[in-house]
Nanobody, 114 residues
């Protein structure tokens, strides 16, 4: 199982970024996917989740209305569209799935700063 995140970077407050997580080594369309984030000195936080078909999504309270999770099962990829970014969204963002145990990517750094 491999999860590879990309799309992070430096953005000003109010800006947007789109994160991608390309996966391999498992039947992607069968499993729910999640995005987590971890800010310096903080616990890892669940940002968003999506069901295997994409029909059900859930969001953390801090990102509701600003972030959108989606997936392309044909490309074994999950996305996180982040709009109206705030300084407090600065963190390393991780892709995750659970297949008898947790699998994580190495993360992509998002920095929101003026």
């Amino acid at each position: 199982v491999q999860l590879v995140e990309s799309g992070g970077g430096l953005v000003q407050p109010g800006g947007s970024l789109r994160l991608s997580c390309v996966t391999s080594g498992f039947s992607f369309s069968t499993y729910p996917m999640r995005w987590y984030r971890q800010a310096p000195g903080s616990e890892r936080e669940l940002v968003a989740s999506i069901s295997s078909t994409g029909s059900i999504t859930n969001y953390g309270d801090s990102v509701k209305g600003r972030f959108t999770i989606s997936r392309d099962n044909a490309k074994s990829t999950v996305f996180l569209q982040m709009n109206s970014l705030k300084v407090e969204d600065t963190a390393v963002y991780y892709c995750n799935t659970f297949i008898r145990s947790d699998y994580w990517g190495k993360g992509t750094l998002v920095t929101v700063s003026s």
